[in-house]
């Protein structure tokens, strides 16, 4: 579950009618939370966290980790 791999930064909410889902709740900053936000996406069950972002070396990394498809065109 991505909470657990990047609790500082991935909230979660078990209140909702569609069930449990998490967020980002803290943007990362450090290079320490970008990988923390790489492991959490690499783990999420439906691909729901998302880059939008255009910063290349972070694309870069998702690449790396094969998370290609959870890169949003800017």
Known sequence: MPIF??????????SSDTG???Y???Q???PSEIQSAIDAMDVSCCEAHRYCG?????I???KAR?????????
Request: aromatic share 6%; glycine share 6%.
């Open 5 to 14: 791999e990047s609790p500082n930064l991935i909230g979660e909410d078990n």
């Open 20 to 22: 449990y889902h998490c």
């Open 24 to 26: 980002f709740k803290k």
């Open 28 to 30: 990362p900053e450090s």
């Open 54 to 58: 255009s910063d290349s070396k972070i």
């Open 60 to 62: 870069q990394m998702l």
């Open 66 to 74: 094969g998370l290609k498809s959870q890169i949003d065109d800017v």
